[in-house]
């Protein structure tokens, strides 16, 4: 069964601490998993994609690794900000062109 | 990365009145687009697939006369909530997707649309 599980549902941190997302994946075949960044109120914005080939990618304070042996991927945020604050999904799409599966996403608070 | 549209952003409507919500994929052509619903606190739960030149394709429980959807082009698809209730207050988000070249198939999310139903 295609699956995206996120660990954890949600996180309390300080600001200027570090964190560390999960994100275990059974779909298959796999393309390319995806990080957003979903403030409230708003659409997500992706943070950044990991091909079957890459297994780390740094996008300013985000870094998301990728095995995809043990199909899992985590998205590191360091010094965190108050701007972190925000729900982060992590996304994989099915085969073809029409479907893709979502984790239920990490709930990020990050207190001053 | 690919830009897609939302419009309205917010939007209030009477009991019983019907409310399109637009998704425009700004600099490329989407075959495919999604309709999302998002409860507070919960994650997105899809509603439809939309696919241009055909009828849609709707989750289990989700009313198609209800929540029309329409796919006229490649870059436009709309969402018509009919006869609209307060139990319909939500946020509605679309999304594109496009198929990279060796990086497999992507997705783009517009920026959501609030509907109150007073």
């Known amino acids: 069964k295609n699956q995206v599980e996120q660990s954890p549902q949600s996180l309390i941190i300080l600001e200027g601490k570090n964190c560390t997302l999960q994100?275990?994946?059974?779909?298959?075949?796999?393309?390319?998993l995806r990080w957003y960044k979903q403030d409230t109120g708003r659409g997500p914005v992706s943070l950044t994609i990991?091909?079957?080939?890459?297994n780390t990618k740094s996008n300013g304070r985000y870094t998301a690794t990728l095995d995809a042996d043990t199909k899992q991927s985590s998205l590191h945020i360091t010094a965190s900000q108050l701007s972190d604050s925000a729900s982060y999904i992590c996304v994989v799409p099915g085969a073809g062109f029409n479907k893709f599966y979502f984790g239920s996403g990490t709930k990020l608070n990050v207190k001053p | 990365g690919a830009v897609v549209s939302q419009h309205p952003s917010r939007v209030i409507c009477k009991s019983g009145t019907s409310v399109k919500i637009e998704c425009r994929s700004l600099d490329f052509q989407a075959t495919t687009m999604f309709w999302y619903r998002q409860f507070p606190k919960q994650s997105l739960m899809l509603m439809a697939t939309?696919?241009?030149?055909?009828?849609?394709?709707?989750e289990q429980g989700v009313e198609k006369d209800k929540f029309l959807i329409n796919h006229a082009s490649l870059t436009l698809s709309t969402l018509t909530v009919t006869s609209a209730h307060p139990e319909d207050s939500s946020f509605y988000i679309c999304?594109?997707?496009?198929?990279?070249?060796?990086?497999?198939?992507?997705?783009?999310f517009g920026q959501g649309t609030r509907l109150t139903v007073v």
């Open positions: 994100c275990n994946y059974t779909v298959s075949p796999f393309s390319n």
């Open positions: 939309s696919n241009e030149g055909s009828k849609a394709t709707y």
């Open positions: 999304s594109a997707s496009v198929r990279r070249s060796g990086a497999g198939t992507e997705a783009f």
């Open positions: 990991m091909t079957f080939s890459e």
